[in-house]
């Protein structure tokens, strides 16, 4: 009988941590897919978040580097710099992102630094318990806006994807979901282009995945994935924005 | 040895580093030091390493943790304020054992302070500016011959030890000229990284850099084995110069530039008839505990000066452990003290001790 289904050799045997429901493990199962089919698992160097996905450099068979809270894509600047030959790629939550490490991912992107980042949007800081992330959607009840994201208070979501690509230096711009297979397929092909992207030489490439935290959103995994359509999509328009035409 | 070339300090720790096999740089602007980055964008480019201007010292410290983690010997540097802002990438790899070098070219603080010498950042630099229970090999040079020597040792003892090393030094040294009489071949010290994050060719388990361990029992080894790395570095790598401290009525200690004022106030002493010794330690940590303890036996009493309001004399004190009284003078804010001001502490000194 045909093996139709099978783990894939960049992910490591071992049962994974997250939540049930958390989209966080499908994305790791894209990212390592993509390795195998591009054959670059032996030549790859990762860089490990802080945020739930802290220890995914148990998960991967690549190479891997845990990195301090946001600054992941200067680890992976320094890592490049050495080994311009690899594939170096760095996976990352919003807090970790878009909070503390937001420099570190703008001057990344604007150096056209050769990496690529997998950037899991969900609206939350999932790990420490749920606190407002800079994600959050406006009217969002976190830990720490119990009374809902106020503008007037909290000001609004950074639009990573739309911010990003403003810099001539991110080569490779998209935004993807985690809510249906069809969207999961996109989000694939997408992570696998922003890979050849990379290998290409073209610049910095990133994919933002919109994904779930049922255990913060307080949602059960099926209402979460509905959550994603219908709120966080309004707000978080998918698609390509930049290197939709880049030859790979 | 080669000949003798005419050079600023801060070009001569770049021109070590490269000598020591350094080709990775990081770096943010900051006064006094850089000069160092200057030299660096220009030379690295063409011995197929690289320069990165960081986006603040945030970044290059975390870029030299990749860079480091990925094999290479690789350097930052910075100047106090800069400093403090490496410290969270300080902490972190220590504790993922990373082997690379830290320049301090120091300024006088705290705050934005100013950009004239100090020496305010000996407790950041050797009881461990960040978080949790880690040390750095912390080198004091006091000349650039020793500038250059030691800057090429720091890349050694980093390697060796998977430890870093800090190279502290003032805006003096930083800016001063000197002869330097550099070898034609360096002594490098050929590690064996197969922990590092290469690329596992699909030829081996892959590697991981990290510096988390969540379980309580998992740290504690993790700690241990830390400990007693240091411990072992405590026993071999304590450098220290001793000078005239045999039968000397007083001994001064000093390290880095201002050991240099102090020579020269012995030679004014001792025209007076007064008889003064220097310990100038040249490892900052280690600390050179055992040649105060040993002085200890015979002098009547120390004297710490530092550009600073007093700093390394807690260090003094620990290892004079009482036996004999340890006094303190320090000017702040880029004042530097004088022969002077110094030779007059030393006779105020031996008035009370009764010498
Ligand atoms: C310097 C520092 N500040 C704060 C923390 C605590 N912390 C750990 S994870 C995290 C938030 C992670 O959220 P996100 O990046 O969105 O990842 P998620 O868990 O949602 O995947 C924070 C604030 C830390 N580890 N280090
Ligand atoms: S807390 Fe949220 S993001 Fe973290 S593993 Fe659980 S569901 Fe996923
Ligand atoms: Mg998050």
């Not at chain 1, 802290?54 to 200067?74: E, I, K, S, T, V």
């Not at chain 1, 403003?166 to 249906?180: I, K, N, P």
């Not at chain 2, 530097?336 to 030779?343: A, K």
Request: glycine share 10%; hydrophobic share 40%.
């Amino acid at each position: 009988m045909a093996v139709v289904f099978d783990r894939p050799h960049a992910l490591v045997d071992v049962s994974m941590h997250y939540c049930p429901g958390c989209t966080h493990g499908t994305i790791h199962r894209l990212v390592a897919e993509v390795l195998d089919e591009l054959g670059i698992e032996g030549t790859t160097i990762g860089v490990s978040p802080v945020g739930c996905a802290y220890n995914n450099y148990l998960y991967f068979n690549c190479d891997m580097q845990q990195a301090a809270h946001g600054r992941a894509p200067a680890v992976a600047t320094g890592i490049k710099r050495v080994h311009p030959d690899k594939t170096v790629f760095t996976y990352q939550g919003d807090g970790d992102l878009a909070a503390i490490g937001t420099a570190e991912i703008v001057h990344a992107a604007a150096r056209g630094e050769k990496i690529t980042t997998v950037f899991i949007n969900n609206a939350i800081y999932g790990m420490t318990s749920g606190q407002m992330a800079p994600t959050s959607l406006v009217g969002q009840v976190t830990t720490t806006s119990p009374y809902g994201r106020k503008p007037e208070l909290q000001g609004y979501p950074i639009k990573v994807s739309e911010m990003l690509s403003t810099l001539t230096g991110a080569a490779f711009v998209e935004r993807v979901s985690m809510h249906d297979i069809k969207n999961i397929r996109n989000a694939k092909k997408a992570i696998k282009k922003a890979f050849q992207v990379q290998q290409k030489g073209y610049g910095f490439s990133i994919v933002e995945v919109l994904s779930t935290c049922p255990t913060n959103w307080g949602k059960s995994p099926v209402e979460s994935l509905k959550l994603i359509e219908d709120k966080m999509i309004p707000y978080y328009p998918l698609g390509n924005f930049k290197g939709a035409d880049l030859e790979v | 040895m080669g000949k003798k070339v005419l050079m600023k300090g801060n070009e001569v720790i770049a021109e070590a580093a490269i000598r020591a096999g350094c080709k990775h740089y990081f770096g943010y602007p900051i006064t006094p030091q850089s000069d160092i980055s200057h030299y660096m964008a220009k030379q690295l480019p063409l011995i197929g390493g690289a320069f990165v201007q960081a986006e603040s010292e945030i970044a290059a410290i975390n870029m030299l943790y990749g860079a480091a983690g990925a094999g290479a010997r690789a350097m930052t540097s910075s100047s106090s304020p800069g400093i403090s802002l490496k410290q969270e990438g300080i902490s972190y790899m220590s504790c993922a054992e990373l082997p690379a070098v830290v320049v301090n070219i120091v300024r006088c603080g705290p705050g934005l302070g100013g950009i004239l010498p100090a020496q305010g950042d000996y407790f950041q630099a050797v009881k461990g500016g960040g978080h949790g229970d880690y040390k750095m090999v912390v080198l004091a040079p006091a000349s650039l011959q020793e500038l250059y020597e030691l800057t090429v040792e720091a890349f050694n003892i980093a390697d060796k030890y998977r430890i870093l090393t800090m190279i502290m030094g003032d805006g003096n040294l930083g800016q001063m000229m000197e002869p330097i009489e550099f070898k034609d071949k360096e002594d490098i010290y050929e590690a064996n990284k197969s922990w590092a994050t290469t690329g596992t060719q699909m030829k081996r388990e892959h590697n991981t850099v990290t510096s988390i361990y969540i379980e309580a029992e998992v740290l504690e080894a993790h700690n241990n084995k830390l400990q007693s790395k240091y411990t072992e570095i405590a026993s071999k790598e304590v450098r220290v110069e001793e000078y005239n401290t045999e039968n000397a009525d007083i001994i001064v200690t000093a390290y880095g530039t201002v050991a240099r004022i102090l020579k020269n106030v012995i030679k004014n002493a001792a025209k007076e008839g007064i008889k003064v010794g220097l310990i100038r330690p040249i490892t900052l940590w280690p600390f050179p505990s055992e040649a105060f303890a040993r002085n200890a036996e015979h002098t009547k009493a120390f004297l710490s000066v530092e550009l600073s309001a007093g700093q390394m004399v807690e260090d003094v004190r620990l290892a004079v452990n009482g036996k004999k009284p340890v006094y303190f003078y320090g000017r702040t804010g880029g004042m530097i003290p004088t022969e002077n001001e110094i030779l007059k502490k030393i006779k105020d000194i031996l008035e009370k001790q009764g010498g």
